[in-house]
Each structure stands twice: as structure tokens, then as C-alpha cells.
């Protein structure tokens, strides 16, 4: 009954490729999240999605595209795949509950660009 | 950027309390103070949150000084299982967590 996964685990691509990873939640939340985590271990926000709407989009580049089919499930797809790409992505969920919320991670995809 | 300040890294005996400090010394009155873990390999993992009353569940205890500058996570009998980078984030509302470099605690047998 795991609670927040993701597909794949792991993905080695080359240059130039597209891609998409994809997350679901079986937790009922209204709130999903995508992090990036790089080879030195910082994790960072990159998108949210609030009942299938995007609510927060960092400073991502255009090549990376969220979609959210449903509240369920938020994808991701890639682009143009770069070198630079290369790095672990986690999905995440939650629900706000008196102002706060607590987030639930997936384990994570390795993405490696060749 | 990261609002909180911990040390790199602590070593702890195993069945001895973890007692990891974190200073926020800037922390307005409505942010809260969130410890995620992350295991080697794995996605981060909630631990405890509080506002400014000390806080304690199953895995951890918070203690937030009254200033609120800082705060300490105790886990009371750690194993080696809880070897991991663990992270203090403070935050308004239901913002997107935003990690700092943590502090990697090594339980040593």
C-alpha cells in the first residue's frame, strides 16, 4: 500500500531525448509536488499542483513540463533531455490541514543523461 | 535559500539520544519548524513539526527555545536504521519545503 510511487526508478537516456517520469498518490491528497535533487545533494522545488492546477512553477527551463491528469497523478515530461538533466526527481503529496501541511515523498527516479 | 543553520555532521552511539541542534534566529511568528530525514537513496522523510510549544510522537521530540531562535529534534534511542541527513526547514503555511545541506548523522554501533 505504498503511499506515494513513482515510475521509474531508475532511467539512463541520451542527449536529446524526451522523457517522462510519472507519480500517483493513494493518499487522497489535493496538493503534489516535484523536487530535484543534483549531484550535490541539494533538494530543490520545481513545480505544484493543487487539484490538478499549477500553482507554483520555479525557475525551470521550458523543456520540463508538468501535467496532472488528475489529482491522483502529476507527470512529468522532459524534453530535449541535457547533460545537466542528470539527477534524482521525487515526487511528493499533501494535504493542508489548519493552515499547514505535511508532505509525503516518493522514493525517487534517477535520471542519468548520456 | 535555506533560513536555518545546523552543523554538518554528528556521530551518535547507538541506544544513546540524538540531540540535533538548528538555529533560526530570523523565524517570523507564523512559520513553523519542520524536521524531514533522508535516508541514503531514499525520498525525504516527515519526522515532526511545531510552532513553539515542544512537540513529541513516535519517532522524535522537538524542544523550540522561547525565543524561537532554535530548536533541538531528540531521537531518544537511536538506532542504526536512523543514520541519515536530517533537515530543519521552517516555513509559513503550506509552502514548498525548501532543504538546506542538513546535518548527516552517522548512529555508530
Known amino acids: 500500500d505504498t503511499a506515494v510511487s513513482q515510475t521509474p526508478k531508475y532511467l539512463v537516456t541520451q542527449m536529446g531525448n524526451d522523457k517522462s517520469i510519472k507519480c500517483e498518490q493513494n493518499l487522497g491528497h489535493d496538493t503534489m509536488y516535484w523536487y530535484k535533487q543534483d549531484s550535490k545533494k541539494f533538494l530543490k522545488i520545481m513545480f505544484s499542483y493543487n487539484n490538478k492546477e499549477l500553482i507554483i512553477n520555479e525557475t525551470v527551463p521550458n523543456r520540463f513540463s508538468p501535467k496532472s491528469p488528475d489529482k491522483a497523478h502529476l507527470n512529468l515530461h522532459i524534453n530535449s533531455l541535457e547533460l545537466g538533466d542528470s539527477a534524482v526527481y521525487f515526487c511528493?503529496?499533501?494535504?493542508?490541514?489548519?493552515?499547514?501541511?505535511?508532505?509525503?515523498f516518493g522514493p525517487g527516479t534517477r535520471l542519468t543523461v548520456l | 535559500d535555506a533560513k536555518t543553520t545546523q552543523p554538518t555532521s554528528m556521530d551518535c552511539a547507538e541506544g544513546r539520544a540524538a540531540n540535533l541542534p538548528c538555529n533560526h534566529s530570523?523565524?517570523?511568528?507564523?512559520?513553523?519548524v519542520y524536521w524531514y530525514r533522508q535516508i541514503h537513496s531514499q525520498g525525504p522523510q516527515y519526522i515532526i513539526h511545531g510552532l513553539k510549544n515542544n512537540e513529541t510522537n513516535e519517532m522524535a521530540s522537538l524542544i523550540i527555545t522561547e525565543d524561537r531562535k532554535s530548536s533541538t529534534l531528540i531521537l531518544p534511542h537511536a538506532t542504526l536504521r536512523d543514520t541519515a541527513v536530517y533537515y530543519c526547514i521552517v516555513r509559513v503555511g503550506a509552502t514548498p519545503l525548501v532543504f538546506g545541506k542538513g546535518t548527516r548523522l552517522s548512529v555508530i554501533a
Open positions: 530570523t523565524i517570523s511568528g507564523n512559520e513553523y
Open positions: 511528493a503529496s499533501s494535504q493542508r490541514a489548519g493552515g499547514t501541511d505535511t508532505q509525503y
